[in-house]
């Protein structure tokens, strides 16, 4: 978009509506306040202003989110987590 075009300041790029168990590096991710291990996924385009100013949003790194399924916390991860098959 131009310079005066709407911009998102996040911007969801990929959305899974299963819930999931991840990893990183081995270890089971937990929700640090229920303990609940089954989270909805998200990718989230993080803007800096400087690229977003140039229109360049997509040279814009993203971080995944997990949301929590039982107490809706969320998690921020610069790293993919990995899913955990059963």
């Known amino acids: 978009m131009g310079i005066l075009g709407k911009r998102h300041i996040c911007d969801s790029t990929k959305e899974d509506?299963?819930?999931?168990?991840?990893?990183i590096l081995g270890?089971?991710?937990?929700?640090?306040?229920?303990?609940?291990?089954?989270f909805l996924q998200k990718?989230?385009?993080?803007?800096?202003?400087?690229?977003?100013?140039?229109?360049?949003?997509w040279a814009n790194k993203t971080a995944t989110t997990l949301t929590c399924t039982t107490c809706s916390n969320i998690q921020?991860?610069?790293?993919?987590?990995?899913?955990?098959s059963l």
Do not use: M
């Open 27 to 38: 270890k089971t991710i937990l929700c640090p306040h229920c303990g609940h291990n089954q």
């Open 17 to 23: 509506t299963a819930p999931h168990s991840f990893q």
């Open 76 to 84: 921020w991860y610069l790293q993919q987590p990995e899913v955990v």
């Open 43 to 57: 990718s989230i385009l993080l803007n800096t202003p400087g690229l977003t100013f140039l229109s360049l949003d």
